[in-house]
Nanobody
Framework: QVQLVESGGGLVQAGGSLRLSCAAS????????MGWFRQVPEREREFVGG????????YYADSVKGRFTISRDNAKNTLFLQMNSLKPEDTAVYYC?????????????????WGRGTQVTVSS
C-alpha cells in the first residue's frame, strides 16, 4: 500500500520558519515528480510547488516564490518543504503529493498520490 505521510507542521509566528517532511512508503518515487499543495477551508487546493524526479527542476507558486524551497532525498524516499518568512496567509493544511509522471504538474489532477495533510498555522 502506497502511503505519503507528512510531518513538521505546527504553530509559528509570522516571520518564522518551518520544515515539512513527507515520507513515502509502498513504492519508490525516484522517477516521479512530487510536490506540495495547500488548502484552507471552503477553498480549492492550491499548488505550492513541485520538484522533478531528480531534483534538478523546481516550480513554485508566485505567492511562495523566494520564501519556500522544495527538495527531495530519493535514497530515503522523502520530500521536504522548507518554509521561511512565513505569513498568516500561509496558514493551511499542507499536502504532499506524488505523480505517476516524471514532469511537474500544477493541477490537482496531475497527482495520483496524496498524503493526509499537516496543519500549518502562522500567527500574526
Amino acid at each position: 500500500q502506497v502511503q505519503l505521510v507528512e510531518s513538521g507542521g505546527g504553530l509559528v509566528q509570522a516571520g518564522g520558519s518551518l520544515r515539512l517532511s513527507c515520507a513515502a512508503s509502498g513504492r519508490t518515487f525516484s522517477t516521479n515528480a512530487m510536490g506540495w499543495f495547500r488548502q484552507v477551508p471552503e477553498r480549492e487546493r492550491e499548488f505550492v510547488g513541485g520538484i522533478s524526479y531528480n531534483g534538478a527542476t523546481t516550480y513554485y507558486a508566485d505567492s511562495v516564490k523566494g520564501r519556500f524551497t522544495i527538495s527531495r532525498d530519493n535514497a530515503k524516499n522523502t520530500l521536504f518543504l522548507q518554509m521561511n518568512s512565513l505569513k498568516p496567509e500561509d496558514t493551511a493544511v499542507y499536502y504532499c503529493v506524488a505523480a505517476s509522471a516524471y514532469y511537474i504538474g500544477r493541477k490537482v489532477g496531475d497527482y495520483d498520490y496524496w498524503g493526509r495533510g499537516t496543519q500549518v498555522t502562522v500567527s500574526s
